[in-house]
């Protein structure tokens, strides 16, 4: 069965800084492109950004709301993957859902809540 | 970027009537080399991860009960439900991934009439 469990969540202040986790089982983790999907409460998705494959030379692609502020990293070994944030933003406030990509983004975690307040 | 947009905003049908969601995309999804559009529809129930219903534009998930079916091609796609049940009720979202950033609709909401 796939699982993805993301963590790391929470609370932090505008400008600090989060790394979230995203725990895969079931399938063959280092085939697969992750992808990270926020969601503000209320709000629709927004793609946040993505991690290919080994095959791949692990590519990355931001959102444009992202970039320069947020890295996607894997690390293949441990099944998981990770979208660290920096300079975060009131407006980064959201539920991050982790999702693998392979063909299309077939299954996703549960998400985590990142809250970003003084 | 590609620009994706959904009609209507919110739609409520009754109990076994058709619901109807139109998604368009701001530049055609279709790849020509392979002959399939990059578009795949999501259901989101509240408090829930979103679903994948259909992708390749047409291509139902498996386990997605057929009264799902999208259709389409380029830039103007439909997720059609052929006959509403309740636990249909949920917000429907279409998403390219042709190009990154792979965009999402706004979303469809359906309710029960």
């Known amino acids: 069965e796939v699982q993805l469990v993301e963590s790391g969540g929470g609370l932090v202040q505008p400008g600090g800084s989060l790394k979230l986790s995203c725990a895969a089982s079931?399938?063959?983790?280092?085939?697969?492109?992750m992808h990270w999907v926020r969601q503000a409460s209320g709000k629709g998705l927004e793609w946040v950004g993505r991690i290919r494959n080994k095959a791949n030379n692990y590519a990355t692609a931001y959102a444009a709301s992202v970039r320069g502020r947020f890295t996607i990293s894997r690390d293949d070994s441990k099944n998981t993957a990770y979208l660290q944030m920096n300079s975060l933003k009131t407006e980064d406030t959201a539920v991050y859902y982790c999702?693998?990509?392979?063909?299309?983004?077939?299954?996703w975690g549960q998400g985590t809540l990142v809250t970003v307040s003084s | 970027d590609i620009v994706m947009t959904q009609s209507p905003d919110s739609l409520a049908v009754s109990l076994g009537e058709r619901a109807t969601i139109n998604c368009k995309s701001s530049?055609?999804?279709?790849?020509?080399?392979?002959?399939?559009?990059?578009l795949a529809w999501y259901q989101q129930k509240p408090g829930q991860p979103p679903k994948l219903l259909i992708y390749?534009?047409?291509i139902r998930d498996s386990g997605v009960p057929d009264r799902f079916s999208g259709s389409g091609s380029g830039t103007d796609f439909t997720l059609t439900i052929s006959s509403l049940q309740a636990e249909d009720v949920a917000v429907y979202y279409c998403q390219q991934y042709y190009s990154t950033p792979f965009t999402f609709g706004p979303g469809t909401k359906v309710d029960i009439k």
């Open positions: 999702a693998r990509f392979v063909v299309v983004n077939d299954y």
């Open positions: 079931g399938f063959t983790f280092s085939g697969s492109a």
């Open positions: 390749w534009s047409s």
């Open positions: 530049q055609s999804v279709l790849y020509s080399s392979n002959n399939n559009n990059y």
